[in-house]
């Protein structure tokens, strides 16, 4: 009986142990090298994602369609056309950035040439109670426009904060203080780095840029910039314009001295990164994706550095 237990059991832990080992043999020799990702150009990358975004918008066109008559037997009533979801189309950079060393968080913000296609909900803060900024405002698209009433009205929670962005003149920053606490977790403290302080004359075309879809940016603790650049609505032509002029601010937005660095296994400065090196890449990676996608592409860097004669186009294998 206990034999027949003790068997039982070796073959249990060889089966396991099989499992495990034909599960972790991932190794490295000359024989079985690493794998690559393949690069693409930003051209490739563009045509990909959105044949895709177009594949699942048909697909759920079809199925709303085909389940018509199941919706019908349930007694649901159609308010209207089938609204399909409109992904976005998101590019993240990987820059040879580290935010905690000094002066290497960019952050900053800019207008696409075909704006973002999303709706901005836009407040703003301006002290002339009662005057033509805040009806200016208004006019410009603000949805909420005030001074210390606003502030109060936030604060006691009588107006939710499921606005966007935030606007408000030099003038109200310190009162600002008071709902400093709730706009600053959810990234609405107006910022000058973010042109979302405008003085009283600039505030109604400060309002029709945000709501036209500014797009705001900075640096991850590990370097990365995410960047919603467009709509799957968009041609491929309007995401490059907008690509482009995203780029073209990053690249306007490199520090003078920038780098990981690598931390120092011991000695004097133990646990000190090192500075990097003069010819440190200030593009490393950057990847193509969109809301629903699978996975992301990986683009060829050489085709978004603007420094790069390849820019925008399509580099050598």
Not at 154 to 160: A, F, K, L, S, Y
Not at 261 to 277: D, I, M, N, Q, W
């Amino acid at each position: 009986m206990i034999s027949n237990n003790l068997l039982r059991h070796a073959r249990l832990s060889s089966r396991s142990t099989a499992v495990i080992s034909s599960t972790v043999r991932g190794y490295i020799s000359r024989a079985h090298p690493p794998e690559t990702t393949p690069t693409y150009a930003i051209g490739e990358a563009l045509n990909s994602v959105l044949g895709e975004v177009g594949e699942r918008k048909a697909s759920r066109q079809q199925k709303w369609e085909t389940n018509s008559s199941k919706r019908a037997a349930k007694g649901v009533k159609e308010d209207g056309p089938y609204r399909n979801q409109n992904e976005t189309i998101e590019l993240a950079l990987n820059l040879n950035l580290d935010p905690r060393k000094p002066g290497q968080a960019v952050r900053g913000a800019l207008s696409l040439p075909n704006g973002t296609g999303k709706q901005v909900n836009v407040v703003v803060f301006t002290s002339d109670e009662g005057g033509d900024t805040i009806q200016a405002a208004k006019d410009a698209g603000a949805s909420h426009a005030g001074g210390a009433s606003l502030i109060e009205s936030i604060q006691n929670g009588d107006i939710p904060v499921n606005f966007d962005r935030a606007l408000a003149t030099p003038d109200m920053m310190p009162q600002l203080s008071k709902i400093a606490r709730i706009l600053g977790p959810r990234g609405l403290m107006p910022n000058a780095k973010l042109d979302t302080i405008q003085p009283a004359a600039k505030m109604a075309d400060a309002v029709k840029a945000q709501a036209a879809g500014m797009l705001q940016y900075r640096t991850d603790k590990n370097g990365i910039v995410h960047a919603g650049v467009g709509r799957g609505n968009f041609s491929e032509e309007e995401l490059a314009e907008n690509i482009r002029e995203f780029m073209t601010a990053i690249q306007e937005a490199k520090p003078e001295s920038y780098g990981k660095g690598k931390k120092k296994s011991g000695g004097p400065g133990k646990g000190k990164s090192a500075g990097a090196k003069k010819d440190a890449k200030y593009y490393l990676k950057a990847y193509l994706t969109s809301t629903q996608g699978k996975g992301s592409v990986n683009i060829d860097i050489r085709t978004l550095d603007p420094t790069s004669t390849h820019f925008m186009g399509v580099a050598p294998a």
